[in-house]
């Protein structure tokens, strides 16, 4: 049985039967788990629809809270994540974002504990806010922590747990601004400068800068990358896969990119080219370069994040130029094309895969800052500022 969009409700992808199995909290007198789970609605036959099981599964959660076998308001707010949220938020979202967003879920989850969802209230909700705030978090952080127990909530809300949802009446917490730091072309040329080619792995890393540097992918995009995905005569590479590892010989080339935008071409200058053509013909003599090698590897598997950045960290003290994360170099090509080309943030957008140039905009748009110089220097002296002069008479 495979999960549905509908919480609760699974369908066998073969024959297509539909069951439903859901969790109606901790019985009071017991202490055991109730459970529902059936294959047939009320008049004892198979299910017809999804909606249909969906609207079983309403209804009954319903008459089971108001019969008194088991009362609403023992529901505690551990056992409402654990039981309902977290199944629900699982269902939809990539793998990748419910792993990573477990751990802060759990962080709420165990401050709240067994505190009764009902009880829930603008007091509790303000209490929870100045702890984050306390806690010394990066403001990013608390903000996206108090965002996704609103959310929560809200949810809890929708199933009827709570009447309303108290933390709307609370400020949010601001994210302050996010600095990301990057290299300018000429920084990324002193770190390249340190590297020495004759060595494979050095070479590698060499390679890697450059790739993520002249094309903007996001990290895991290039890590995915194999070589057939590169089309030597259109001169692009095919951004189709994204990274999903656990660790390095454990992973996966996931298809679910992550914007609709994501999986796009991207075209390489004939520079770049030329470098990994070159590097090719290195891994060739390590027993790789064949079409479903990774670009970015010398041992067959792919690279990490951290050992990118350790890379960086390396080189960069190296050539005495500051350090940055592994996103920086993404960063590092948008400032390239801004400030060197004053390129169009709409071909910018479609070139990082962006899901719209606003996402494009509010990230990057601290780099426009002296874009317009061009529009300056063409207005220049074309309207005639000329003005009356009066006289000391014509007062």
């Not at 202490?31 to 209804?59: Q, W």
């Not at 072309?185 to 004759?198: A, G, N, T």
């Not at 590892?245 to 679910?256: F, P, V």
């Amino acid at each position: 049985m495979k999960k549905t969009d509908y919480v609760g409700v699974y369908q066998d992808s073969e024959t297509g039967k539909i069951q439903v199995q859901i969790s109606l909290g901790t019985d009071p007198v017991t202490g055991k788990r109730v459970r529902l789970k059936s294959m047939k609605n009320e008049n004892n036959k198979p299910f017809k629809s999804i909606a249909e099981a969906n609207k079983y599964v309403v209804i009954n959660k319903a008459k089971y809270f108001k019969t008194g076998s088991f009362s609403i308001s023992n529901v505690t707010f551990e056992e409402f994540v654990n039981d309902e949220y977290l199944p629900y938020y699982e269902s939809t979202v990539r793998p990748q974002t419910y792993k990573s967003k477990l751990i802060g879920i759990n962080v709420i989850r165990d401050y709240f504990g067994k505190t009764k969802l009902k009880s829930m209230d603008v007091s509790k909700v303000h209490k929870f806010r100045q702890w984050l705030v306390k806690k010394g978090y990066k403001p990013s952080y608390s903000s996206n922590l108090f965002s996704t127990f609103k959310r929560i909530l809200d949810y809890a809300e929708v199933l009827g747990y709570i009447q309303s949802n108290p933390s709307h009446k609370v400020k949010a917490l601001p994210k302050g601004r996010a600095t990301v730091a990057f290299w300018s072309r000429k920084e990324i040329e002193k770190v390249l400068s340190v590297i020495c080619l004759d060595d494979p792995y050095e070479h590698l890393c060499y390679v890697m800068l450059i790739v993520y540097f002249m094309t903007g992918m996001r990290v895991n995009e290039a890590t995915a990358l194999y070589w057939e995905d590169i089309d030597w005569v259109r001169k692009q590479v095919h951004v189709r896969h994204n990274l999903v590892l656990k660790t390095k010989r454990d992973y996966i080339r996931s298809t679910d990119m992550k914007t609709k935008n994501a999986q796009r071409f991207v075209s390489l200058d004939d520079s770049t080219l030329q470098i990994l053509k070159e590097w090719k013909t290195v891994q060739t003599s390590l027993g790789l370069g064949r079409k479903k090698d990774f670009i970015l590897s010398h041992d067959g598997y792919p690279m990490i994040k951290s050992t990118i950045s350790r890379i960086i960290k390396r080189y960069a003290g190296l050539a005495g130029v500051h350090d940055i994360q592994a996103k920086g170099l993404r960063h590092s090509h948008v400032s390239f094309l801004v400030n060197e080309f004053n390129t169009d943030i709409l071909l910018i957008s479609r070139r990082l895969g962006h899901s719209s140039p606003e996402i494009t905009y509010r990230h990057y748009a601290h780099l426009y800052s002296g874009a317009d110089r061009d529009i300056a220097d063409a207005i220049d002296g074309k309207v005639n500022f000329k003005s009356l002069i009066r006289s000391e008479h014509d007062n």
